[in-house]
């Protein structure tokens, strides 16, 4: 079945930087764009930001825009988030999955990767 398993996270001074890790079995990682996700407690999950197949073509929220980067490594059926000059709004819980656009393919989630950002 699919697995998502995501890491990295922690507590961080604001400006620091993270690097978030999800390794993913039970599909065929390579033929799927994946996503990151956030999630906030009483808000709906959003999207920050999305690589191709390839890994060729990026997306990133306007929230984040310069200073994550999404990137994968198909070898090891992993993607990753590099997340610099974070803000306390960045605390969330982060995820990822498979996506088409903005939505998340598989319906179940790993158990996410906690990022607290604050002073």
């Known amino acids: 079945q699919v697995q998502l398993v995501e890491s990295g996270g922690g507590l961080v001074l604001p400006g620091g930087s993270l690097r978030l890790s999800c390794a993913a079995s039970?599909?065929?990682?390579?033929?799927?764009?994946m996503s990151w996700y956030r999630q906030t407690p009483g808000k709906e999950r959003e999207q920050v930001a999305l690589?191709?197949?390839?890994?060729?073509?990026?997306n990133y929220a306007d929230s984040v825009k310069g200073r994550f980067t999404i990137s994968r490594d198909n070898a090891k059926d992993t993607v990753y988030l590099q997340m610099n000059s974070l803000k306390p709004e960045d605390t969330a819980v982060y995820y990822c999955?498979?996506?088409?656009?903005?939505?998340?393919?598989?319906?179940?989630w790993g158990q996410g990767t906690q990022v607290t950002v604050s002073s």
């Open positions: 999955n498979a996506a088409r656009g903005r939505v998340p393919v598989w319906g179940s």
């Open positions: 039970g599909f065929t990682f390579s033929t799927y764009a």
């Open positions: 690589i191709s197949v390839t890994g060729g073509t990026t």
